[in-house]
């Protein structure tokens, strides 16, 4: 796997404004993607998904986009709020198989 | 309806021993994969079982073994324990193996190695 340092990129915005959280993925024939939280000294949470065939999806307060031109994956929180702070991992899998590679992470704080 | 179980939460190990982490998948799930997640970095494929079987497998040693059993619950075993082994061990569950699927993740147990 990928080396990554211990300095995770860092987002922090104010409560209530929206966020917007990047990643950049490996594989262009990745098939499948998807969005986990991750709150200190657990597990990470399934936030969101999207397929390949897709460009944008709607969940409750997040919208995943997806752009395979730059293979590029963002994450769209609005509203924040202190509870969203956690680390946001994106993933993709390959060949219609479940195996994930995630990214290094983005730290995003929350200041109310 | 229990979640993704894992067992222990926290370790303590000695270089050059061996150790074994347990998984029990959500209900109704039968597929289960491991992960390793060093500090401060994103969660690394180890491994995947299906129908008892080692289906797919990342860039980890023959170090790291697994087991699934006939109730889907699974283990991990790594021997011969190195410093760089100490990490957060994820499972995660779901049905089947093609994505799509929504993958639920345990709350991980934690290998310190000393």
């Known amino acids: 796997g990928e080396s990554v340092g211990l300095h995770l990129p860092t987002l922090s915005v104010q409560e209530g404004d929206n966020s917007i959280i990047n990643c950049a993925y490996s594989?262009?024939?990745?098939?499948?993607f998807i969005w986990y939280k991750q709150e200190s000294g657990k597990g990470p949470q399934f936030i969101i998904d999207?397929?390949?065939?897709?460009d944008k999806r709607q969940g409750q307060r997040v919208t995943v986009l997806l752009n395979k031109t730059v293979k590029h994956l963002s994450l769209q929180i609005a509203a924040t709020q202190p509870g969203d702070s956690a680390v946001y991992f994106c993933?993709?899998?390959?060949?219609?198989?479940?195996?994930?590679?995630f990214g290094a992470g983005t730290r995003l704080t929350v200041k109310p | 309806d229990a979640g993704v179980t894992q067992s222990p939460t926290h370790l303590i190990k000695t270089r050059g021993q061996q150790v074994t982490l347990r998984c029990s998948p959500k209900?109704?799930?039968?597929?289960v994969s491991w992960y390793q997640q060093a500090l401060g970095q994103g969660p690394q494929f180890i491994f995947q079982?299906?129908?008892?079987?080692?289906?797919q497998r990342g860039n980890f040693p023959d170090r790291f073994s697994g087991h699934q059993y006939p109730n889907y619950s699974s283990e991990l075993n790594v021997n011969a324990l190195l410093l760089g082994d100490s990490a957060l061990y994820l499972c995660?569950?779901?049905?089947?193996?093609?994505?799509?699927?929504?993958?639920?993740f345990g709350e991980g147990s934690w290998l310190t190695v000393v």
């Open positions: 993933a993709e899998t390959l060949n219609n198989n479940n195996d994930m590679r």
């Open positions: 594989n262009s024939a990745s098939d499948y």
């Open positions: 999207i397929r390949s065939n897709m």
């Open positions: 209900s109704g799930h039968d597929t």
């Open positions: 995660a569950s779901s049905p089947g193996t093609r994505s799509g699927n929504t993958i639920y």
């Open positions: 079982y299906y129908e008892e079987e080692e289906r």
